[in-house]
């Protein structure tokens, strides 16, 4: 299902049904042009896990109860792919949504994440003025939340917005399209450095799976910089393929 803003109820709530243009996130629809945007090289030892297994690292890709999560990078870098997989174990249990700002969100995509599709609704909501209060009404009754965020949404609005998520215990996942989110905003960052590509050659061939680099911090891993691999193979799941490799200390964001 999809819903459209600026168009709101009296109530608050987004009304309409457009059909929005797909974007197809995992491996096997991508570009070969957009293969690699930089090539991390990290001595760290890898391993695979599902992300089914409880372990810290594969907690830092959930979405906890009140604890918004921002992911921040370029498009292309597998980010909306995450934002879909933190909704898939939401939606074994209750209708889940995704804001979409750029008119790219496909409910194809979300399902290959493994979001049950019955349970998913897609609300797009381009307007900085009216995305606010499109997120305050989802809140009031939506149980998970993958939203990009407008340019131009101010500070207050977002602050007031994550008061209202801490209170409801929404699980929030939030996307800039601009920039990134004000200090303070998000209890975790998910800041993606770097992402390399695998079955293509020169140009040309099938792409295989994608390696996401991720860089955590903020609150959510008591204010210290850490990083985390991430492999896509372009099936339902996203696995974790390294521990957390501890960065430079640095001050909390978020």
């Not at 709101?8 to 009304?15: D, E, L, N």
């Not at 974790?240 to 200390?249: A, E, F, K, Q, R």
Request: aromatic share 4%; hydrophobic share 40%.
């Amino acid at each position: 299902m999809q819903l459209t803003a600026p168009a709101v109820t009296p109530a608050g709530f987004p009304a309409g049904f457009p059909a929005g243009q797909p974007e197809h996130s995992s491996p096997e629809h991508s570009s070969p042009e957009h293969s690699s945007w930089a090539s991390p090289k990290l001595g760290v030892d890898r391993w695979d896990l599902s992300t089914r297994v409880r372990e810290s690292a594969i907690d830092i890709l959930s979405l906890q109860p009140g604890r918004p999560v921002e992911l921040a990078g370029p498009a292309g870098s597998g980010l909306t792919r995450i934002g879909y997989r933190m909704l898939a174990e939401h939606s074994e249990k209750a209708p889940v949504v995704v804001v979409d700002v750029r008119g790219w969100a496909s409910p194809l995509a979300a399902g290959e994440a493994g979001v049950d599709l019955d349970r998913l609704v897609v609300v797009r909501c381009s307007d900085s003025r009216t995305w606010p209060k499109v997120m305050a009404a989802l809140c009031e009754g939506v149980r998970a939340i993958y939203a990009e965020v407008p340019r131009g949404v101010g500070d207050r609005d977002l602050r007031r917005l994550v008061g209202l998520v801490r209170a409801r215990q929404v699980h929030l996942g939030l996307r800039p399209v601009d920039d990134r989110l004000p200090p303070g905003v998000a209890h975790l960052r998910l800041q993606a450095v770097g992402v390399t590509w695998t079955g293509s050659d020169r140009g040309h061939g099938r792409l295989g799976s994608r390696t996401l680099l991720l860089e955590a911090s903020g609150r959510g891993v008591a204010g210290m910089s850490r990083q985390i691999e991430v492999e896509d193979d372009g099936a339902n799941i996203v696995r974790v393929v390294s521990g957390l490799v501890p960065g430079g200390i640095r001050s909390a964001v978020g």
